[in-house]
């Protein structure tokens, strides 16, 4: 009995949506840390700071998140 690619039991960093899910809440952790404090950089607070930079964050794990899968299957089909 042969198992499809696409079924077989990857490592768990190699799994696209836990990886992507744990950095989400290591990002939130951050910013829920600093919210408290009034930390001032450039005489802008840090969180907001840290949400704009987060929107772009965004932006780029969900490219990197949508690429990922897509060669994932790819690599599925031509097994």
Do not use: K
Not at 45 to 70: D, I, K, P, Q
């Amino acid at each position: 009995m042969s198992t499809s690619p696409t079924t077989s039991r990857r490592p768990v960093h190699r799994e696209p949506g836990l990886v992507m899910f744990a950095l989400v809440v290591l990002y939130s952790a951050l910013v829920w840390a600093w919210w408290p404090a009034e930390r001032l950089v450039g005489g802008v607070s840090m969180v907001v700071v840290l949400m704009a930079v987060g929107g772009v964050l965004w932006v780029v794990l969900t490219v990197v998140f949508v690429r990922w899968v897509e060669r994932l299957e790819r690599e599925g089909e031509q097994v």
